[in-house]
């Protein structure tokens, strides 16, 4: 799901014009509803709780002229009926205008929300059958109402006061038009609706109509993604009897949920957008580092940033963006699609046509590996480390343990359909036990549960919760990531700064946590405190990746094919179980130099003294013994320099 804010003058000129049209160009003075005719996509049709408080009727065409008054000028959609029907009734002019007003005039209107199902579902809902289309369709529209209804419950609120101190949520809900489109510029199969919601809403103590806090939605946006996600796979997998699977799109980026059984390389038939940027995107990282300015200097950097990359990546859009091909209708779209599918390479007649039997027979395979109950202990710790790790300074909010909270659902799952409110049970699991709250609020709003800071409670030192005269030396330094002990380093490998974070990284973590807090289980020990799991040589380090400790001797640190039938391999890429099979040897390697120095001591070969620590930094990093540490520093795997922590995996 992607969110844009729309103002007044963007809805004369970019939605009226091109968006509600299919993204084409609609001719000047051609009416709305014909414009969309020939453009081969469907009305707007209203939607949301808040469409019966405007007197519309939920499901009912939006008509050009509601659009141009609720979201042009932020008026009641029939605000001129209603100034008609009070000038006609003898009210004054300025009265009868207010009787279409919805509160004060704003900037803002409304935001548009695009919500597209993932690539394996449009290659279903494109070459399936027609029964397949609507089921898909069906699901898509069922999701899209569990996320505006989770808006209007648990984002949308309306500020008023004194410089919006007071925060409420709408009474009646918000509204929201719809339009529904069935291709991509580049003419392939792109299901995606265009959701234009209103920002405005009643305020429950006065009656009064007032403005939705828009930052509050775009806070939100990417746990409203995961919720979308999560319910349209979900809904499918429910309909047409199929499961799901991660898929890497970009290595050691967080993989995506996708059909299982349908080939991934038939995705690159539909991304040939995809290419045209990446090419494009390459040329202006180029450019990016090479700028300089009058007097030679680097203009910008030596890398690109994640945040140049992003904007970089927008850009590269915007340059290759084809016409909008001519228009077709549906029925011809799929026809044009299939026959398209069938010269594709890695696709052909076979398997276009047996494409949900493939995925059906994968999902029987995977159902049967799928446990019933979700572990609510296992995946707050699991999303704790996977939010720590990924912020850069180790600090959260709630909304990001909501969204992490979604996606791993979406991973253990596999297309089955959740408890209601197991999502929040899990962030609350996970604020109680390993979160502590370090928020310094100095406003009314900061007090907001929304609005908490926290960090992971493996922090060396927890920050005060309220800004004092004694706090302010406190040691803010974020806390140590978890994952760090367990990585295979390398020379020059981690000396790059924490951001851009790897999903890799995360990984490791969230194997690290889950398995102490196994361990804490099964001892009945705390997982948290100062003498809680600090193992102190690396064979006890091993036994953190172990089940069962009696199980760890003479097998290797992560035995990857034990792994892969465990459930938590459900959630793992092909890639992330390699990584931590690297992960695993390398604590290997630690373990036997550890159990070789411990043999020595009990025979009683050890040398001692100084000879013992030569030995020992012999065994650690192969360097020849008798020389001082400092001798041997540029033998040593280069580790991060102060003020650095590891970063990402080059």
């Known amino acids: 799901m992607d969110i844009a804010l729309i103002t007044a003058g963007q809805m004369y000129r970019y939605f009226l014009r091109q968006v509600l049209i299919g993204d084409g160009r609609r001719p ?17 049709r209203w939607m949301g709780r808040g469409v019966p408080a405007l007197g519309l009727v939920l499901g009912a065409e939006v008509t050009e002229a509601q659009l141009r008054s609720l979201f042009g000028e932020g008026r009641h959609p029939d605000a001129d009926r209603l100034v008609a029907e009070q000038l006609t009734a003898g ?61 209007e419950d648990d984002v949308a609120v309306i500020r008023y006061g004194p410089q919006g101190i007071h925060r409420t949520r709408p009474a009646h809900g918000l509204v929201a038009a719809r339009f529904r489109h069935y291709e991509a510029r580049s003419g392939m199969p792109l299901l995606h609706d265009h959701l234009l919601l209103s920002l405005k809403g009643v305020r429950p103590k006065d009656g009064a109509w007032g403005a939705v806090h828009s930052t509050a939605l775009l806070e939100s946006a990417v746990a409203a993604s995961a919720l979308y996600n999560e319910v349209v796979m979900a809904e499918v997998c429910k309909a047409l009897g199929l499961a799901s699977e991660p898929r890497t799109v970009t290595p050691g980026r967080r993989p995506v949920m996708e059909v299982a059984g349908v080939p991934h390389e038939l995705i690159r038939w539909t991304s040939r957008r995809s290419a045209q940027i990446a090419a494009c995107l390459t040329d202006l990282e180029r450019e990016y580092v090479a700028a300089t300015d009058d007097d030679g200097n680097l203009k910008f950097g030596p890398e690109v940033s994640e945040r140049a990359r992003a904007k970089l990546n927008r850009i590269a859009a915007l340059k290759t963006r084809p016409a909008k091909p001519r228009p077709r209708t549906l029925t011809q779209l799929r ?6 599918a069938r010269d594709f390479p890695a696709a052909g007649a076979d398997l276009i046509d047996s494409l949900l039997e493939r995925a059906r027979a994968a999902a029987a395979v995977i159902r049967a590996r799928i446990a019933a109950v979700v572990d609510v202990g296992l995946a707050a710790v699991a999303i704790t480390a996977t939010v720590f790790v990924m912020n850069t300074d180790g600090c959260f909010h709630r909304r990001h343990l909501l969204a992490e909270a979604r996606r791993h659902l979406a991973l253990v799952q596999r297309g089955r359909r959740r408890e209601p409110g197991l999502d929040e049970t899990i962030v609350k699991t996970a604020l109680a036990a390993h979160c502590t709250d370090i928020t310094e609020a100095r406003t009314e709003r900061g007090e907001e549960r929304d609005y908490r800071l926290y960090t992971a409670r493996w922090a060396p030192a927890a920050p005060p919760r309220s800004r004092t005269p004694a706090a302010v030396s406190v040691d803010r330094r974020p806390a140590a990531d978890p994952a760090v002990p367990f990585l295979p380093l390398q020379p020059g490998e981690w000396d790059i700064p924490r951001v ?9 973590a969230t194997a690290v946590l889950t398995a102490r807090l196994r361990t804490a289980r099964r001892t009945g020990r705390p997982l948290y405190g100062p003498t809680a799991h600090q193992p102190k040589t690396p064979a006890e380090q091993l036994l953190l990746f172990a089940q069962e400790q009696q199980h760890t001797a003479g097998r290797p640190a992560v035995d990857v094919a034990v ?58 990093t ?24 590891p970063g990402a995996h080059r």
């Open 335 to 340: 026809q044009d699609w299939q026959e398209s």
């Open 28 to 44: 000047a003075r051609q009416p709305l509803k014909k414009a969309q005719q020939d453009a081969g996509v469907p009305v707007g």
């Open 91 to 151: 009210k004054k002019p300025e009265a009868a205008r207010r009787a279409g007003a919805l509160g004060r005039k704003v900037k803002v209107t409304g935001a548009d929300l695009v919500f597209r199902p993932q690539p394996t579902l449009q290659l279903l809902w494109a070459l399936g059958n027609e029964q397949t289309r609507m089921a898909i369709e069906a699901a898509h529209e069922r999701a899209i109402v569990s996320v505006v209804a989770w808006i």
């Open 500 to 508: 851009p974070l790897r999903h890799d990284r995360a990984v490791i």
């Open 622 to 645: 192969g360097a020849p013994s008798g020389h001082r540490q400092d001798d041997q520093r540029a033998h040593q795997p280069h580790q991060p320099g102060p003020g650095h922590s």
């Open 563 to 620: 792994l892969r039938t465990d459930l938590e391999a459900l959630g793992l890429t092909a890639e992330q179980l390699g990584y931590l099979s690297l992960a695993g040897q390398h604590l290997s390697k630690l373990r036997k130099n550890a159990n070789r120095r411990a043999h020595q001591v009990a025979s009683g070969s050890a040398p001692g003294g100084q000879d013992a620590a030569d030995a020992h930094r012999q065994e650690e």
